[in-house]
């Protein structure tokens, strides 16, 4: 069983792919409409949670599935001691694929072992946030054209930001990407991450100041500082408000750098860079949802063994749309096969023009 726990299962060969689907269904939404009719998504939030559980939810109504969704988990039984797998047995009965969201590390990896269905890790703890990796991933190629050769700041909360884990972990495979790590001691980057960054040869430096740093950067990745992941509350105070990006700051920035920010953010950007057209924080939102659609797509397609309609309308829902194809009356796997441009159904050959024909009969 495919799942996704971490950016780094996916190749960048899969994540390009990602990339394409997900422009792909930004320019014909209607060609997917259907993808995933039948099918269930549970969220499983362990966490609060506004954008992500919200992204995952419309990408798959916009697919045409449906969602069961799970955001308070004091309301179930995981408060009379259930065990996260068993929590997650039981939940695969309903659904097809579950995204899920808890404060410890390494908890969708444990759901994920006893997992009959896909589990996407929506994060875990301080570890990671591989879809939002997904979001960052195409906002940085949607508004840049490139992953190589960008010089990437990131900055604030680095020890706990998951986000940018996640990051780092992904843009580390392109070539001649420089780092930027902009944070006090507090917040300085895990050694596990530095060890990723120093084992993959990639160029980084480690700073405090941002105003110095903002002149050669491509991209500035900002992050809330994680009051939540904090054991002392004192420290949280001291560091709470050691970056806040302002237009003014911006100003020293190059006129194609682009401002990224996973959100919430509190008081690390200030609201007069919000109309920069610089500022893709809020454009990174929707191109979350573009990416797990793709993500949906991809994982329920291994899971299946099957083609999901993807690219063709007719096969809605991964069947063949025409209604007297053997499909429509067992249960087979849908199959297609592609001559000279055109898709054909394996089993009764209709071609994509059918859907016309058979419709309403
Ligand atoms: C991030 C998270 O949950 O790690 N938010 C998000 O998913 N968009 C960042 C944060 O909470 O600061």
């Not at 969704?69 to 047995?89: N, P, Y």
């Not at 960052?136 to 949607?142: E, F, K, N, Q, S």
């Not at 054209?145 to 990131?154: H, I, N, P, R």
């Not at 299946?304 to 063709?312: L, N, R, S, Y």
Request: proline share 4%; net charge negative.
């Amino acid at each position: 069983m495919r799942h996704l726990l971490d950016i780094t299962d996916l190749s960048v060969e899969e994540i390009e792919e990602l990339t394409r689907m997900a422009e792909d269904i930004a320019e014909h939404p209607q060609k997917y409409a259907e993808s995933c009719r039948g099918k269930k998504l549970i969220t499983l939030f362990f966490e609060p949670s506004t954008r992500t559980r919200m992204s995952f939810e419309a990408a798959m109504w916009e697919l045409g599935g449906s969602v069961i969704s799970c955001t308070d988990m004091s309301t179930s039984s995981v408060i009379k001691g259930e065990t996260l797998a068993d929590t997650m047995r039981v939940v695969a009965n309903y659904a097809d694929i579950v995204a899920m969201r808890h404060p410890y590390e390494g908890a969708a990896y444990v759901a994920s072992l006893k997992s009959p269905v896909p589990v996407i890790n929506a994060g875990d703890g301080g570890h990671c946030h591989p879809t939002q990796t997904l979001a960052d991933l195409l906002t940085v190629h949607r508004e840049l054209g490139t992953f190589d050769g960008l010089t990437v700041g990131l900055c604030g909360d680095l020890k706990y930001g998951r986000t940018v884990h996640s990051l780092i972990n992904a843009m580390l495979r392109y070539k001649d990407v420089k780092f930027v790590l902009i944070a006090p001691e507090e917040l300085k980057l895990p050694e596990y991450e530095l060890d990723a960054l120093k084992r993959a040869g990639a160029a980084y430096e480690e700073v405090r100041d941002l105003e110095s740093a903002i002149p050669s950067l491509d991209v500035l990745y900002m992050t809330r500082v994680q009051r939540e992941r904090f054991d002392d509350a004192a420290v949280y105070e001291r560091v709470k408000d050691c970056y806040v990006l302002t237009k003014e700051k911006l100003s020293a920035a190059k006129q194609k750098m682009i401002v990224m920010h996973p959100l919430p953010r509190v008081n690390e950007i200030s609201s007069d860079v919000d109309d920069d057209p610089r500022a893709a924080y809020f454009r990174q939102t929707m191109n979350g949802k573009l990416m797990r659609m793709a993500l949906i797509l991809k994982l329920l397609k291994e899971k299946d063994g099957a083609q999901p309609a993807g690219g063709k309308a007719w096969f809605v829902g991964g069947r063949c749309t025409n209604r007297k194809c053997i499909t429509r009356l067992e249960k087979l796997p849908p199959l297609y096969t592609e001559e000279n441009g055109v898709k054909k159904c394996a089993y009764c050959e209709a071609h994509e023009n059918v859907r016309d024909k058979n419709e309403g009969k």
